[in-house]
């Protein structure tokens, strides 16, 4: 089934000149970019982002982590578009991540760990709308 997910390539990844690499994953395994743009977050816009993980300890840090720098914000498309986008992109913490997977080549620890990806169609639709009015979506 078709669905969409959003996707974000972190300020870390951006800095190491990781996008093209990245985007190329994508595209290879079925996922196409229908929306994106290259973006530096303030961390007000982290934070509402990041919304859900407010009581954890790690909150701050990491907002103000993906306020660092740019990020590339995506919205990819294709057959189980959630499931196959976190496969590409390995655990949470590249240290724990399969050989192959993103986290596991451009991540470098389980802050800094080069992409984001929804974790469910609920999520999806949250993190997609929070990013992209729909015609801003070339699908
Ligand atoms: P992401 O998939 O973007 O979702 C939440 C982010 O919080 C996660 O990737 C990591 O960047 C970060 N994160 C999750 N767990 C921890 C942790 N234990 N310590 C620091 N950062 C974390």
Redesign the pocket.
């Known amino acids: 089934m078709s669905e969409r997910t959003l996707a ?1 390539i972190k300020p870390d990844a951006v800095k190491k000149n990781a996008i093209g690499d990245i985007v190329s994953r994508y595209e290879k395994a079925g996922l196409k970019p229908v929306a994106m743009k290259l973006m530096h977050m303030s961390k007000r816009t982290a934070e509402g982002f ?1 919304a859900v ?1 407010k009581a954890r300890p ?1 909150f701050d ?2 907002c103000s982590f993906m306020s660092s720098g740019p990020s590339l914000v995506l919205v990819l498309q294709g057959d189980n578009a959630i499931k196959k986008n976190r496969d590409l992109m390995g655990a ?1 913490d590249p240290a724990k991540a399969d050989a192959g997977t993103i986290r596991k080549v451009h991540g470098t620890n ?2 800094f ?1 080069a992409v ?2 929804s974790d469910s169609p609920e999520t999806a639709a949250f993190e997609i709308g929070y990013f992209f009015p729909g015609m801003e979506i070339f699908g």
Request: aromatic share 16%; net charge negative.
């Open positions: 974000i990041y993980h790690f840090s990491l949470t389980i802050e760990n984001h990806g």
